[in-house]
């Protein structure tokens, strides 16, 4: 179980550089989870087949629908296990009606290698589809208690906002 934000690079070939982030899925981290999908341009949606749409899969679809993320592509995975079909028509079905729309579906299996090629070239043109970002925007940040006593601020971003900078949070947004 994903207790915390997890961050990985890959070099994508037919792509380039592609950063993925792994966010917890129970309710009670959803928090965490809203830190790593704030400023994603895309997702890789991930329902295993012999498990089925779960509460967590609908507490993430509300939050990428709510951030307007409309590009992504879904694996169905665990696809060894059981028929991926079942899985995959009906999370098509609810992604459909949210801002992601329609998307590819992949059926991989980790653990045979089945559908992985597949995966890769899916997230190849998912990536060619994706608007250039606005470098110049200023990008959310997000301060959150470190060890109880002091705050750990992060943005992702290009902004205002520098490393370093001193700053304030007050309820009317002001600095």
Known sequence: ???????????????????F?????????????LAGVGPVPAVLFVVAAD???????????????????????LAVTRSDLADPAPTREETLARLARSSLGRVEAVAVSSVTGVGLPELREALVRLTARLPA???????PASAHPADGEQAVAD????????AGDDGAVAPDGER
């Open 1 to 19: 179980m994903t207790i915390d934000l997890g961050f990985v690079w890959t070099a994508l070939p037919g792509a380039g550089d592609v950063a």
């Open 21 to 33: 982030v792994d966010v917890p899925g129970h309710e009670r981290l959803v928090t965490t989870m």
């Open 51 to 73: 498990q089925g749409w779960q509460a967590q899969s609908e507490e993430h679809l509300a939050v990428l629908d709510a951030l307007r993320v409309r590009h992504g592509v």
């Open 133 to 139: 970002p606005d470098q110049a925007a200023d990008g």
């Open 155 to 162: 943005g992702d971003r290009p902004g205002r906002e520098r």
